[in-house]
C-alpha cells in the first residue's frame, strides 16, 4: 500500500460516521416503505418548498426591507449531487477550483484509488482542501440547504427521510402524532428556505466573505509547500519540538502533513492565542519554532487580515439569518413543531442561543429597526465592532 492510499483511507475513515449515518438513514427508509403497517404519507420537499416560498419571500422583505429576488430557485439534489455542490461552495484559489471539485467528486463517490491519485498530484492542495472535504461532507445529514448563485439546494435526502423515521420510531398507531409531526416537516422546510432565502440578499457580505477566504486559502496552500519541501532533519526536529507522534520514517509525506496541519494558523494560532486573535494587530511566535521555519511569521501576519474579514463577515451572515428566523418565525406553529419534534426544543431557548452574528444584528435592530438590514449589509462591521456592538452603533449612527 502506498502513502498516497493510507492517506485515502484515512480521509475515508474520518467521514465514515457520516457514510455509515447516511446509510442508516437510507436501511430505515427502506424499512419504512416495506412496513405494510406504515400507510402515512407525506408531501415531498419539492411540494412543500414551492408551497412556502412566496410567503417567505413577501415575510423578509416586510421584516428587513430587503425583498430577496423572486426568480431564486429551488433544487433538490440527491445526496452524490449535494456533496459534489459541497465541493463548489470551497472557495478554492483559481489553480485550485478544479482539483477542489475532483476531489470532492471522488469523496462523494468513496473511490479510493481516484482520492489517492489526486493526492498524488498535488499533495499541498490536498492537505489544504482536504480539511473542507472533511468538514463539510461530515455535516451533511445536520446541512438542510445551502444557497449558491441564485439557487436553494435542500438536502433532500435527510427532509425527505427524516419525518417518516421519526413517525416511525414513536411507534403505533403512527395516525396519533401524524400531524405533529407533519407541521414539524413543514417547519424545518421554513426554517431551511428562509435562513438560504437572507443569504440571497447579503451579496455584498457574500464577496467580503468568498475573496478573504481565497486569500486565506492561498496562504494556506503557500505554508503546505513550505513544509512538505522541508528536509528531513528539519522536519524531525520540528516534530520533537512540537511533541508530535513519531511518525516511522518510510511515511515521510505524513510526517509533514502532521505538521501542516500542527502550525496551519487557522489551527495554531486560535488555539495558541484564543478567539482574541480575531481583534489583534500582530502575532508572536516562539522563536524555537521560527528558528527551523522562518517564513511562518511573516505567513502568520498575512493571514490575520484576511481571517479576520472572513470572521466578520461570515458571522454577520450566519447572525443575521438566525436573528431572521427567531423573529420572523418566532409565532409560526410550524416552527414551534418543528424545535419541539426535530430538535427537543422550543422557541424561548431557541432564542436565547448565544452567536457573535446574531448579538450583533439583534443590537443594531433595536436601534435602527428594519434600516438595520441595510446598515449591515452594505457597511459590514469588522470584528473588534463584531465583538462590541456598541463601537458599531456609534460608527454607523
Not at 25 to 50: C, H, Q, W, Y
Not at 73 to 86: A, H, N, R, S, T
Not at 262 to 267: A, E, G, R, V
Not at 282 to 311: A, C, D, F, T
Request: aromatic residues 10%.
Amino acid at each position: 500500500m502506498t502513502e498516497f492510499e493510507e492517506f485515502a483511507d484515512a480521509l475515508l475513515d474520518q467521514i465514515s460516521v457520516e457514510i455509515n449515518e447516511e446509510k442508516d438513514i437510507a436501511s430505515m427508509t427502506t424499512r419504512i416503505a416495506e412496513d405494510s403497517e406504515f400507510t402515512l404519507k407525506f408531501d415531498t420537499p419539492e411540494e412543500v418548498g414551492n408551497k412556502v416560498m412566496p410567503e417567505l419571500i413577501q415575510k423578509i422583505g416586510e421584516f428587513t426591507g430587503v425583498t430577496p429576488d423572486s426568480t431564486i430557485k429551488i433544487e433538490f439534489p440527491e445526496l452524490d449531487e449535494l456533496k459534489k455542490i459541497k465541493g463548489r461552495k470551497v472557495f478554492a484559489t483559481d489553480d485550485s477550483r478544479d482539483f477542489v471539485d475532483r476531489l470532492f467528486l471522488a469523496i462523494a463517490k468513496q473511490e479510493r484509488q481516484s482520492i489517492a491519485s489526486i493526492i498524488k498530484e498535488n499533495t499541498p492542495k490536498f492537505l489544504v482542501y482536504s480539511t473542507y472535504a472533511k468538514s463539510y461532507i461530515s455535516k451533511i445529514s445536520t446541512t438542510y440547504g445551502d444557497y449558491l448563485d441564485n439557487v436553494i439546494y435542500v438536502n433532500n435526502f435527510v427532509l425527505s427521510s427524516y419525518p417518516k423515521i421519526i413517525l416511525y420510531k414513536q411507534g403505533k398507531p403512527y395516525f396519533l402524532r401524524y400531524e405533529g409531526v407533519k407541521s414539524g416537516y413543514v417547519g424545518a422546510l421554513k426554517m431551511t428556505l428562509l435562513e438560504e432565502l437572507v443569504h440571497s440578499i447579503q451579496k455584498n457580505l457574500y464577496d467580503q466573505n468568498k475573496q478573504a477566504v481565497i486569500e486565506v486559502n492561498r496562504i494556506n496552500e503557500e505554508l503546505a509547500k513550505i513544509i512538505l519541501d522541508l528536509d528531513d532533519n528539519t522536519a524531525t526536529k520540528l516534530s520533537e519540538h512540537l511533541q508530535l507522534p513519531d511518525v516511522p520514517l518510510e511515511f515521510p509525506i505524513a510526517k509533514r502533513a502532521n505538521l501542516f496541519f500542527t502550525l496551519n494558523p487557522d489551527n495554531f494560532i486560535v488555539n495558541v492565542l484564543g478567539p482574541d486573535v480575531m481583534t489583534y494587530t500582530k502575532v508572536e511566535i516562539e522563536p524555537g519554532i521560527s528558528s527551523m521555519v522562518p517564513q511562518l511569521h511573516e505567513i502568520y501576519q498575512r493571514w490575520l487580515g484576511p481571517i479576520q474579514r472572513h470572521h466578520a463577515a461570515f458571522s454577520t451572515m450566519e447572525g443575521m439569518a438566525e436573528f431572521c428566523v427567531q423573529n420572523i418565525l418566532a409565532k409560526d406553529e410550524d416552527f414551534s413543531q418543528y424545535l419541539t419534534t426535530f430538535m427537543n426544543t422550543d422557541i424561548s431557548s431557541y432564542q436565547v442561543r448565544k452567536h457573535l452574528g446574531n448579538d450583533l444584528t439583534s443590537s443594531v435592530y433595536t436601534n435602527h429597526g428594519k434600516n438595520s438590514f441595510k446598515f449591515l449589509l452594505e457597511n459590514p462591521p469588522n470584528t473588534r465592532e463584531l465583538k462590541e456592538p456598541q463601537l458599531y452603533l456609534k460608527r454607523i449612527k
